[in-house]
């Protein structure tokens, strides 16, 4: 009996030690499979922001999570304050209201905290704000015109080639490609790079947001506006058009691909011969704003 418990004991120490080794690897296995593709998109019961796939998404959720966690401390002090005060000053203990309506200590204190509290969130606030407004040493640029109602992507660093981007229809839909957010054309960019987005617009206002890369920036007619991104890791990464730009708004989701710098390469070869211009001219709508009015903003801004 003796002998049959200890084989058990090893048995199951054995099963054990072969589980946690089992769960180690697959930790091991796991963290590059996640380093491998990740995906932005919104989730069903999501109640956070979505994952960060860069820097300016890591910069902002760690921004909202301060912001939360001074929110709460305010609201769970304002909540035990009105619960003391309705105790403490009911009619039953308090059958002769007080007369006092001022109070020099307590007004100086109610109006000098909230401004020190205002402060604490302004500073970082505003680092954010210029952390966002661009790229300081800019790897590429693209530039992203708003249409009635698609996406046009100029690569002003590649030949000036430029392609539209339109939804997928429900009934051409492929296993993992998500109805009303993907695409046939996706913007394709290299993990890593800091990449200038130039918006402009076409017809109406319409904005270019992708919130797991931290991007949303107006596409306003007649304007071309600067901002940037930059993926951290490889993936997809979805948006949509979150201005109201007219009946078919829907139909203007957004699909940032982040491959690695060979693999981008290899896709920019492609999609220099795939979107060529009939006659091999460089894009007539693009080539100004890209070549030399983005220089010129990008220059004046420094
Ligand atoms: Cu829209």
């Keep these: 009996m003796k002998v049959f418990m200890a084989k058990c004991r090893a048995f199951g120490l054995g099963k054990l030690m072969a589980g946690v080794a089992a769960l180690a690897m697959g930790l091991v296995l796991a963290v590059p499979a996640l380093a491998e593709s990740m995906v932005g998109a919104p989730a069903p019961w999501g109640m956070g922001l979505q994952p960060s796939g860069g820097v300016i998404k890591e910069r902002i959720s760690s921004f909202n999570s301060m912001v939360f966690w001074i929110i709460t401390v305010i609201t769970i002090f304002v909540l035990i304050l009105l619960a003391y005060c309705v105790w403490r000053f ?145 993936g997809i990464f979805y948006g949509q058009c979150n201005q109201i730009c007219g009946t078919n708004h829907w139909f203007m989701p957004i699909a940032v691909r982040a491959v690695p710098r060979a693999e981008f390469d290899t896709w920019v070869a492609d999609a220099q011969k795939r979107f060529a211009q009939a006659d091999g001219s460089a894009p007539v709508i693009a080539a100004a704003p890209a070549s030399q009015d983005s220089l010129q903003i990008a220059e004046a801004r420094r």
Excluded: C
């Excluded at 009911?90 to 909230?114: D, F, K, M, Q, Y």
């Excluded at 109805?179 to 918006?199: C, H, Q, Y």
């Design 90 to 234: 009911r009619e039953e203990r308090n059958p002769v209201p007080s007369t006092t309506s001022h109070h020099t200590g307590l007004e100086i204190a109610w109006t000098v905290i909230p401004v020190l509290i205002l402060l604490v969130i302004a500073i970082p606030s505003f680092r954010l704000l210029y952390f966002q407004d661009r790229a300081v040493d800019a790897d590429m640029t693209i530039t992203v015109q708003g249409r009635q109602w698609y996406w046009n992507y100029t690569y002003a660093d590649h030949g000036n080639f430029t392609f539209d981007s339109y939804p997928i229809q429900e009934a051409d839909l492929k296993p993992g490609q998500i109805f009303k957010l993907s695409v046939d054309n996706e913007l394709v960019i290299p993990v890593g790079a800091s990449i200038r987005v130039l918006t402009t617009g076409h017809d109406v206002i319409h904005s270019f947001f992708v919130p797991a890369l931290g991007i949303q920036k107006y596409t306003i007619p007649g304007r071309t506006l600067e901002t940037w991104m930059r993926a951290d890791r490889p």
